[in-house]
């Protein structure tokens, strides 16, 4: 069984096990578009603006709750500021990106170029534009997904854009903008398997989730309370969520969770895995960015606004997200942004 399991999710376009074994051995690199390869190594730090700004975001996402966090970004804004200077001085800005999630920041094997694609990168290249008059003015770093709070507070990289729910404590940390879209935590299973959706049925089974993401903290917390049962193992972690799906793929798992929207793209490329049952959280994506870089949180928030009005988001979501997550879809219209 495990080796036709196996068998069958490599078939093809399919077989995104094969193609997650490689771009895992490729994340350790930086990851550069060819117009940007000239730009050397190290990237200047543009968000690091004094403590007391810092300080002050943390202090008022101390407000936050589980039902507000993607309403704490601050309101639109064209004005520039120490931040966004400095990426304009630079020439390009830097994004920390998935390669390997398939329509939303993922290496088309189809694609003689090999230039990232995907709803997210279509989001970067937005912003570059409207930041830089150029969509191309881009330096794409493959971010992990256990990574991408630390990337940002380093200053590796100005932002990420990588499928990053907007969260509380994840508040504290990074600053982030309004939210660009909206998704929730959900089940991928094979199709054969007994696993109906988030509940009893995930007794005695194995859970993969990825280190540092909000369904491994669902699955943490919901462990402890007794919404899961005591038998469900979540202790099958990595660093980033597609290694869950070849984990499934191999037989090592029983399930995975992960964002609904993710799993959709998963599912579509493996026919012997489905979606159990239906979301059963509520979470958006924004972009992070570091804490104190508040021109360029409301410059993005700006973009954003323009984004979803001149019809971008749609046509970036039509192409990339309806053949999975389909036309009528929650997930379909972009949120309604509420600042603080």
Known sequence: MRVRRLRAGLRGWGGVGAMAVVCALALAFVL??????????????????????????????????????????????????????????????????????????????????????????????????????????????????????????????????????????????VAFSAPYFLTGQQVLAPRTSSVKGYDRTLAGKKVCSATGSTAYDHLSADKKDGTLPASTDISTTVPNQLDCLVRLQLGEVDAVVTDGALAASQAAQDPTVELKGGTFTKEYYGVAMKLGADDLVRQVNRILENYRKDGGWKASYDKWLSPTLGRDSESATAPTPSYR
């Open 32 to 173: 550069l578009l060819p117009h940007t390869q000239s730009h050397g190594g190290g990237t200047p730090d543009p968000g690091g603006q004094g403590t007391g700004t810092a300080q002050g975001l943390q202090a008022r996402a101390g407000t936050c709750t589980d039902a507000n966090a993607q309403n704490q970004s601050l309101s639109p804004s064209n004005a520039d500021g120490h931040t966004v200077d400095a990426i304009r001085a630079r020439g390009y800005l830097s994004v920390g990106v998935d390669q390997n999630s398939y329509r939303w920041g993922y290496r088309n094997p189809n694609n003689s170029s090999g230039a990232l694609e995907g709803f997210d990168i279509d989001l970067v290249h937005r912003i570059a534009k409207d930041i830089l008059g150029d969509p191309n003015k881009v330096q794409f770093k493959a971010i992990p997904t256990n990574e991408r709070v630390p990337a940002i507070r380093s200053g590796r990289v100005d932002m990420v854009v990588r499928t990053m729910t907007i969260t509380c404590d994840r508040l504290k940390q």
